[in-house]
C-alpha cells in the first residue's frame, strides 16, 4: 500500500500555466485586457524581463475630480501599483510612459516622490507631451528618456479659484514652486537658477511666462537624460535588470 501510495503521488501533475483557449486562460486575458482599458497599464510583459508599464495621459487628477470629458490619470489609481511594484517579487522593473499636459501639484509631485523611492530599476518616456507638474514625473525615475517630437513646459505654478491677496498667499506661491524647483534640480542635470531662468522667461508664450523645450533641447538644457523611444527606454531596462 505505501508503495502504490508513493507512486500516485509521484505521477500527480505539476502546476501548469493555463493552456491558451482554456477558460482560466479566457478569463486572464480578459482581465489583462480591463486593466489596459480602465488603469492604463501592462502588469507584466512577456519579453526577457517582467516589466510593469505605468501610463500617465491627460490631466493628472488630484483632491479634485477634473470636469467631464477629460482624460486623466487619477493618483489613487497609481499609488497602488506602484506599491505593488516594489513589493511584488515578479516585477523587474517599471516603465513610465508620459503624454500629459500636468495637473494637480501635490498630486503629482507625491507620484513623482514614489516613483523615485523605488529600489527597482525605472525609466519614464515622455511621448508627446510631459508638461508642468509633468516635469518632475519625468526626472523621478533612474533614466529619463524623450522622444524627439516631445515638448515640455517649464511655467511657475498656478492656481484656479478665488485666493486671498495678502502677502502670505504670495509665499504660498513661493515655497510651492521651491518644492517644484528642488525636486527637479535633485533628479536632473540642470540648475535651480536655470530651471527658474526658463520658468519666468517672457518672450516666448503669448499671454504668459515659461519656455516650452522640445525633446533635443530638452536632452542640451540637463532636464532629461536621453534622446530615445521605447526600444531605447526598454534596452536600459534590461540592462540595470541583469547587471
Not at 467631464?68 to 510612459?97: F, M, N, R, S, W
Not at 502670505?168 to 534640480?185: H, K, L, N, P, S
Request: with cysteine; glycine share 10%; hydrophobic share 40%.
Amino acid at each position: 500500500m505505501e508503495k502504490k501510495k508513493k507512486k500516485h503521488a509521484a505521477e500527480a501533475p505539476a502546476d501548469e500555466a493555463p493552456a491558451p483557449g482554456s477558460g482560466e486562460d479566457t478569463e486572464r486575458r480578459a482581465f489583462e485586457q480591463s486593466q489596459i482599458q480602465e488603469m492604463g497599464t501592462v502588469n507584466l510583459t512577456k519579453g526577457p524581463h517582467a516589466i510593469h508599464c505605468l501610463t500617465v495621459i491627460g490631466q493628472i487628477e488630484g483632491h479634485v475630480e477634473a470636469p467631464q470629458g477629460q482624460k486623466t490619470t487619477k493618483y489613487e489609481h497609481v499609488i497602488p501599483q506602484l506599491v505593488a511594484v516594489q513589493e511584488d517579487p515578479a516585477i523587474e522593473g517599471l516603465l513610465v510612459l508620459l503624454n500629459t499636459v500636468g495637473g494637480d501639484v501635490e498630486a503629482g509631485l507625491a507620484l513623482a516622490e514614489l516613483i523615485a523611492s523605488l529600489s527597482k530599476p525605472t525609466a519614464t518616456l515622455v511621448l508627446g507631451g510631459g508638461h508642468s507638474i509633468g516635469i518632475p514625473l519625468a526626472v523621478s525615475a533612474q533614466r529619463s528618456f524623450i522622444v524627439p517630437t516631445a515638448t515640455m513646459t517649464v511655467h511657475p505654478v498656478r492656481h484656479s479659484g478665488m485666493i486671498l491677496g495678502v502677502p502670505q498667499t504670495m509665499r504660498w506661491f513661493e515655497q510651492m514652486q521651491e518644492r517644484i524647483t528642488g525636486f527637479v534640480t535633485r533628479h536632473s542635470r540642470m540648475t535651480a537658477d536655470r530651471f527658474n531662468e526658463l520658468m519666468l522667461h517672457t518672450g516666448e508664450l503669448v499671454l504668459d511666462m515659461g519656455t516650452v523645450l522640445d525633446g533635443r533641447r530638452a536632452v542640451e538644457e540637463g532636464l532629461i537624460d536621453e534622446l530615445g523611444g521605447l526600444s531605447d527606454a526598454m534596452r536600459w531596462l534590461y540592462r540595470q535588470i541583469e547587471s
